[in-house]
């Protein structure tokens, strides 16, 4: 099994930035994908960023410009630096990893972006 925890969030005024960190142990099958996913008071979870094995990206339009994930196949370890934070990115983020078969869920890390 795969083993998640997050790192990094907080409260912050519009505006400014956070960076959040995932760090993976366990029984750690490569190739594999990792990625950022939010979920606010009454919406479904979403996509925020994701980044494959090969280091490509996804990023949902709403962060693109904004937010840069990154990560670290050696250490295992999978970033998200926010940027211009705005109230609407307030939310639960979880870090996901998919590898095959098997995925991951972390327990998520609390964003606060007051106005």
């Known amino acids: 099994q795969v083993q998640l925890v997050e790192s990094g969030g907080g409260l912050v005024q519009a505006g400014g930035s956070l960076r959040l960190s995932c760090a993976a142990s366990?029984?750690?099958?490569?190739?594999?994908?990792m990625g950022w996913y939010r979920q606010a008071p009454g919406k479904q979870r979403e996509l925020v960023a994701a980044?494959?094995?090969?280091?490509?990206?996804t990023y949902a339009d709403s962060v693109k410009g904004r937010f840069t994930c990154s990560r670290d196949s050696a250490k295992n370890t999978l970033s998200l630096q926010m940027s211009s934070l705005k109230p609407e990115d307030t939310a639960v983020y979880y870090c996901?990893?998919?590898?095959?078969?098997?995925?991951?869920w972390g327990q998520g890390t609390q964003v606060t972006v007051s106005s």
């Open positions: 980044i494959t094995s090969g280091g490509s990206t």
């Open positions: 996901l990893f998919v590898s095959g078969s098997h995925s991951a």
């Open positions: 366990g029984s750690i099958f490569r190739p594999y994908d």
